[in-house]
Protein backbone atom coordinates (compact mmCIF):
# COMPACT_ATOMS: atom_id res chain seq x y z
CA UNK A 1 0.00 0.00 0.00
CA UNK A 2 1.61 3.04 -1.06
CA UNK A 3 1.76 5.91 1.80
CA UNK A 4 2.55 9.51 2.14
CA UNK A 5 3.13 10.86 5.14
CA UNK A 6 3.86 14.62 5.73
CA UNK A 7 6.16 15.92 8.58
CA UNK A 8 7.32 19.37 9.99
CA UNK A 9 4.24 21.80 9.71
CA UNK A 10 3.17 24.24 12.45
CA UNK A 11 3.11 27.47 13.72
CA UNK A 12 5.53 30.33 12.84
CA UNK A 13 5.59 33.97 13.11
CA UNK A 14 5.86 35.55 9.69
CA UNK A 15 8.89 35.84 7.96
CA UNK A 16 10.06 32.71 10.06
CA UNK A 17 10.71 28.97 8.11
CA UNK A 18 9.98 25.63 8.44
CA UNK A 19 10.89 22.63 6.02
CA UNK A 20 7.70 20.32 5.29
CA UNK A 21 9.20 16.67 4.33
CA UNK A 22 7.05 13.54 3.07
CA UNK A 23 8.40 10.12 3.17
CA UNK A 24 7.03 7.69 0.67
CA UNK A 25 6.99 3.67 1.37
CA UNK A 26 4.89 1.09 -0.63
CA UNK A 27 6.99 1.86 -3.56
CA UNK A 28 9.28 3.96 -4.98
CA UNK A 29 9.12 7.15 -6.48
CA UNK A 30 12.40 7.29 -7.83
CA UNK A 31 11.07 7.50 -11.91
CA UNK A 32 8.40 9.96 -10.71
CA UNK A 33 7.97 13.73 -10.15
CA UNK A 34 6.89 14.76 -6.38
CA UNK A 35 5.31 17.74 -5.75
CA UNK A 36 3.74 20.13 -3.12
CA UNK A 37 0.52 21.61 -3.01
CA UNK A 38 -1.95 23.35 -0.37
CA UNK A 39 -5.74 24.55 0.47
CA UNK A 40 -6.01 27.36 2.62
CA UNK A 41 -9.49 27.33 4.35
CA UNK A 42 -12.24 27.62 2.05
CA UNK A 43 -10.08 27.95 -0.71
CA UNK A 44 -9.37 25.04 -3.66
CA UNK A 45 -5.97 22.99 -3.48
CA UNK A 46 -3.63 25.06 -5.35
CA UNK A 47 0.17 24.21 -7.09
CA UNK A 48 3.04 25.01 -4.44
CA UNK A 49 6.20 23.00 -6.32
CA UNK A 50 7.26 20.15 -7.91
CA UNK A 51 10.19 18.36 -8.42
CA UNK A 52 11.74 16.01 -11.75
CA UNK A 53 13.12 12.46 -11.53
CA UNK A 54 16.06 14.34 -12.43
CA UNK A 55 16.07 16.40 -9.27
CA UNK A 56 17.47 19.34 -11.30
CA UNK A 57 14.09 20.37 -12.57
CA UNK A 58 11.71 22.19 -10.04
CA UNK A 59 8.85 24.67 -10.65
CA UNK A 60 6.97 27.14 -8.44
CA UNK A 61 4.17 28.78 -8.28
CA UNK A 62 4.21 32.69 -8.96
CA UNK A 63 3.18 33.34 -4.80
CA UNK A 64 6.28 31.44 -3.80
CA UNK A 65 9.10 31.37 -5.83
CA UNK A 66 12.34 32.73 -4.58
CA UNK A 67 11.07 31.90 -1.16
CA UNK A 68 10.56 27.81 -0.92
CA UNK A 69 12.73 25.37 -2.69
CA UNK A 70 11.88 22.04 -2.96
CA UNK A 71 14.20 18.86 -2.97
CA UNK A 72 14.33 15.52 -2.96
CA UNK A 73 16.56 12.59 -1.50
CA UNK A 74 16.11 9.22 -3.91
CA UNK A 75 17.48 6.83 -1.62
CA UNK A 76 15.08 7.82 1.12
CA UNK A 77 12.00 8.22 -1.06
CA UNK A 78 11.88 11.51 0.41
CA UNK A 79 10.58 15.03 -0.74
CA UNK A 80 11.43 18.50 1.36
CA UNK A 81 9.95 21.79 1.07
CA UNK A 82 12.30 24.27 2.23
CA UNK A 83 9.92 27.42 3.37
CA UNK A 84 11.48 31.23 4.32
CA UNK A 85 10.09 34.43 4.33
CA UNK A 86 6.65 32.81 5.39
CA UNK A 87 3.56 35.09 5.39
CA UNK A 88 0.34 34.80 6.58
CA UNK A 89 -1.11 34.03 2.93
CA UNK A 90 0.97 30.86 3.04
CA UNK A 91 -1.19 29.96 5.65
CA UNK A 92 -3.14 26.44 4.71
CA UNK A 93 -2.62 22.63 4.83
CA UNK A 94 0.32 21.50 2.73
CA UNK A 95 -0.16 18.15 1.02
CA UNK A 96 2.73 16.15 -0.73
CA UNK A 97 1.87 14.59 -4.33
CA UNK A 98 3.64 11.94 -6.45
CA UNK A 99 3.39 9.83 -9.64
CA UNK A 100 1.88 13.12 -11.89
CA UNK A 101 0.70 12.23 -15.82
CA UNK A 102 -0.18 15.32 -17.33
CA UNK A 103 -0.50 19.07 -16.28
CA UNK A 104 1.89 19.37 -13.19
CA UNK A 105 0.15 22.34 -11.86
CA UNK A 106 -3.36 20.95 -11.45
CA UNK A 107 -3.80 18.14 -8.76
CA UNK A 108 -6.05 15.76 -10.71
CA UNK A 109 -3.32 14.54 -12.80
CA UNK A 110 -1.60 13.66 -9.69
CA UNK A 111 -1.73 9.97 -8.49
CA UNK A 112 -1.06 9.51 -5.08
CA UNK A 113 -1.61 12.08 -1.83
CA UNK A 114 -0.22 12.51 1.45
CA UNK A 115 -2.92 13.40 4.61
CA UNK A 116 -1.53 16.87 5.07
CA UNK A 117 0.29 18.78 7.63
CA UNK A 118 -0.97 22.40 8.53
CA UNK A 119 1.33 25.15 8.50
CA UNK A 120 -0.28 28.71 10.19
CA UNK A 121 1.51 31.40 10.09
CA UNK A 122 0.91 34.84 12.37
CA UNK A 123 1.35 38.02 11.41
Known amino acids: QVQLVESGGGLVQAGGSLRLSCAAS????????MGWFRQAAGKEREFVAAISTNVIDTFYSDSVKGRFTISRDKARNTVYLEMNSLKPEDTAVYYCAADVDGNWRLPEYWRHWGQGTQVTVSS
Open 26 to 33: GRTFSSDG
